[in-house]
């Protein structure tokens, strides 16, 4: 099948021209047919350059109109390619009804969006959990909303998507539903995953939204200091709901495991390592990445304590495990008993073993961030300022050696 194409600019004439700006067309031939394309531009006739298709000069205007003819020509080489690729026969029919995307299937967002996430839940528990599904409910909760505050609708195409539409929906978001700087960034990053999936089924050209920098400020997270864990360990508690949980939270403090993690573990998860001693290994619910810990011995007598307990015994988990909901509420109360005035959460054993159990102890930066299971060392950094502590000690020492 011949493919080959011709194209030229050039100043159409009406039949009763006189002289009056001359509007510029784009002439596309494939196998001796011709389509013309107006370019949206008229000049005076002295200034169209007929021999090299293009405005003379070098004024604004000049640079302008002929940066718009080189960016048309390009966009009818690209469509030539696409249909190519499709296996579609190329003719003047095929190249007008890709230009002027009548052949295109016209998909929209919400539709889509409804697709996607009916997909997302069918798969929980195979490719994604139920947390996953529900944050994407929520964008698409949050996406029609703004259509109809933008737009009074309930739907559009995806093709008519620009970039001011996701700079519209971040005002949106932080103006009309109140949303924190952090919040409305995870709806907007959910927005241009999916996005991305239109790009890559062709149901987009480009992605509109590829220079757009989802916006984030890493939350500050406390972590528990070296007197406060003390005092946290060596409390006695008559009331073996705290008892129980306290003991999870140290578990956490010397394995680093989020809630989740802990929750799920099994004595299957504890082998013994290469070096004789035991080792925990579980692959993060939240990015499948594996973390492998050595147990140290106060994570070991912990699990050795619960070994027979009833709770452990009957759901064969390794530690006794409750709701996440109520841990963090028996660890409000736990908190105050112990004087620790800082808001503690099962979130505050992790910090606390990325800073004050191993990077305040001088354990690097490399090695705590395998044992967390973080994809990247910049994931880690966020506990910088105990490597600042730790800098600031070494260079004390340091001087003192000096002198």
């Not at 011949?2 to 031939?29: A, D, Q």
């Not at 996430?117 to 929980?124: C, D, E, P, T």
């Not at 924190?180 to 927005?191: A, D, L």
């Not at 790009?199 to 984030?216: E, G, Q, R």
Request: aromatic letters at 10%; charged letters at 30%.
């Amino acid at each position: 099948m011949e493919s080959k194409m011709s194209i030229l600019f050039y100043g159409k004439k009406s039949k009763n021209y006189k002289g009056e700006l001359l509007p510029i067309y784009m002439r596309v031939t494939i196998q001796g047919k011709r389509l013309e394309l107006s370019c949206n531009y008229s000049i005076e006739p002295t200034r169209w350059n007929s021999a090299g298709g293009k405005v003379k000069g070098n004024s604004e205007e000049s640079r302008t109109i002929n940066t718009h003819l080189d960016l048309m020509k390009r966009k009818a080489y690209d469509y030539q390619q696409q249909i190519i690729l499709e296996q579609s026969p190329f003719t003047v029919e095929t190249f007008k009804s890709k230009w002027s995307g009548t052949g295109i299937e016209q998909r929209k967002l919400m539709e889509f969006v409804r697709e996607h996430n009916g997909q997302v839940k069918a798969l929980i528990g195979k490719e994604y959990v139920r947390a996953t599904w529900v944050k994407y409910k929520t964008t698409e909760k949050h996406l029609g909303d703004f259509l109809k505050w933008k737009y009074k609708v309930a739907d559009i195409q995806l093709r008519s998507l620009k970039y001011a539409f996701i700079i519209d929906l971040e005002f949106y978001l932080k103006t009309e539903k109140n949303l924190s700087i952090n919040s409305y960034g995870k709806v907007i990053k959910n927005f241009k995953k999916i996005i991305g999936e239109c790009v890559a089924k062709d149901w987009m050209d480009k992605d509109p939204y590829l220079l757009y920098k989802v916006k984030h400020i890493d939350p500050h997270v406390p972590h528990l200091s070296a007197d406060e864990l003390r005092r946290l360990e060596n409390k006695q508690f008559d009331i073996d709901r705290l008892s129980e949980v306290r003991d999870l939270f140290i578990f956490s403090c010397y394995t680093g495991l989020a809630y989740v993690d802990a929750a799920l573990l099994t004595p299957d998860n504890i082998i013994v390592g290469f070096d004789g001693k035991q080792w925990l290994i579980k692959a993060r619910k939240k990015t499948d990445i594996m973390s492998r810990v050595p147990l140290l011995t106060k994570a070991l007598a912990i699990i050795e304590k619960y070994k027979d307990h009833p709770k452990t015994v009957t759901s064969g988990s390794l530690l006794p495990i409750v709701s996440n909901q109520k841990v963090n509420a028996y660890l409000k109360e736990i908190a105050d008993l112990c004087d620790i005035k800082k808001k503690v959460t099962f979130h505050v054993a992790r910090h606390t073993f990325a800073t004050t159990v191993t990077l305040g102890n001088g354990i690097p930066i490399e090695t705590v961030s395998k044992m967390l299971g973080h994809k990247k060392l910049q994931t880690t950094q966020i506990y910088a300022e105990v490597v600042d502590m730790k800098v600031s000690g070494d260079m004390q020492l340091l001087e003192s050696k000096l002198k």
